[in-house]
């Protein structure tokens, strides 16, 4: 299997880290320093196959690399763990451009929404790797387990590398998502990310973060 | 039964006033010009309930009215109508603020999205009416009759006026809606809105424009 990092700290990379911990991969968790507490606590929690570094140690260590920071530090990130160290590699690209500096409910950035993404962004910074964006538009319970919706729900993939797209699926299918929905290259990522302000709104109004989306077709 | 405005003589409008006319509802469809050909040819096809005249003739007539215009002009139609045709009514805002100036796919106009809606818009145009967002989500085969997408998908209500969303609701009953969630206020409509992105590549993903959203909950 291979080697995973995990970029971020949160609790998006706590919950993705540990199901691929509990599926069988090596993870290592990657934030700013190499003496985080909350990465430490993680690691801590989930035996030897969980390691903690920097977000270059964890980018040079991860063949298949999860972006889980929040999406207002993922360029200033990737730019930390060293571009070099993406070369090649599938990265699952689970960010949001949500700016919550307006106040409640967020919007999203404009500089990287609607006419681009930071899907599209990631993809610009690391031309040599092949960006993947999919789970960011479902809580992070229900990202490493579908079901826990309460159906059977759609998720959607977007990237230029058909490669990269079905080793993502593959991930996929490992957190129960049966039904995907490859909407194409990583431009596609508008579309992905403008479902948060629905997400958020939807969110509000039935008080539960455990929902999900189907494409009913 | 309420007499019904349809505002638009595109393929939205006549889909939805055809299908109102089936209901048994009287509906007057307006356009620019009391002698518009597509309104018209729609009266003629749809019997003695069916008549046509100008966006103001229609706003007059109408004790619900359905804005069924392009976003780009729907505010100018507003005003074209009468903004004092429209007061202690219920307007169904259908419109989506497209801008397909910048080529295909469309984006949304920046000044009507992300921290603004075309619904809003139309509220403070018309602040004596009760504006709900709904049905913008779909494609017009699949508003008139939610199992057009073969499932029971979930449609959004957003408004200021409780009331106003009832009567709405209720119509949407009659188009099979059967799973309904009230956003919110009229300020929800930025998340309705921004669901056109992902409409738009799920539709060129999958080739098929009779899908909906559900929420799996």
Known sequence: MKKIAILGTGVVGN??????????YSVMMGSRTNNNEKAKAWVAGNGNNAATGTFSDAAKFGEIIFN????????????????????????????NPLDFSKGMPPSLFPQWSNTNSLGEEIQKLLP?????KTLNIVNCEVMVDAKRSGGDPTMFVSGNNAEAKKEVTAILTKFNWNDVIDLGDITTSRGAESLLPIWIRTWVATGNGHFAFKIVR
Chains 1, 2 share one sequence.
């Open 15 to 24: 919950t993705i880290g540990s199901k691929l911990i509990k599926l069988g």
């Open 68 to 95: 889980c920071t929040k999406g207002e530090i993922t360029l200033e990130v990737i730019k930390l763990a060293g571009p070099e160290n993406f070369k090649g590699k599938t990265v699952i690209d689970i960010s």
């Open 128 to 132: 040599d790797a092949n960006i993947v």
